[in-house]
């Protein structure tokens, strides 16, 4: 009986921890992801000299191979957008894509939250 308490007890302290390594995976994932999309859309931007209308115009293009998927919501469309003003654009007939977020409404481990990255 005190051996099966004792397990229960260890089992109880690592599950909270391994939740939060879990977490920390999605959370470094995502950080990668959007510092990709970022850096593929500025590229799109500069080789074209326009922003893409849609992150599939990246795919299109060949500058990715195919649209990450957002890890905290575990869908590639869920991706919010972020249009250029269309009185900056480099295109102003045609404004694109100028950044894009998590489209979860979670809270990072640090507080903030995942669609502000």
């Known amino acids: 009986m005190v051996v099966i308490s004792i397990i229960v ?22 950080a990668n992801n959007l510092f990709t999309l970022r850096t593929v859309i500025d590229n799109y931007t500069y080789d074209k000299e326009k922003a893409p ?8 293009e060949g500058y990715l191979k ?9 869908d590639n469309s ?12 480099l295109n102003q007939a045609e404004p ?8 979860s409404d979670k809270k990072a481990l640090d507080g903030t939250a ?3 990255w």
């Open 9 to 30: 007890i260890l089992i109880s302290m690592a599950i909270p921890i391994y939740q939060k390594s879990i977490i920390r995976a999605k959370e470094s994932v995502l």
């Open 53 to 60: 209308q849609a992150l599939q115009d990246l795919v299109t």
């Open 66 to 74: 195919d649209v990450p998927v957002d890890p905290m919501t575990g």
């Open 78 to 89: 869920s991706w919010k957008i972020v249009m250029e003003d269309a009185s900056q654009a």
């Open 96 to 103: 694109g894509i100028f950044d894009v977020h998590s489209g």
């Open 114 to 116: 995942y669609a502000d």
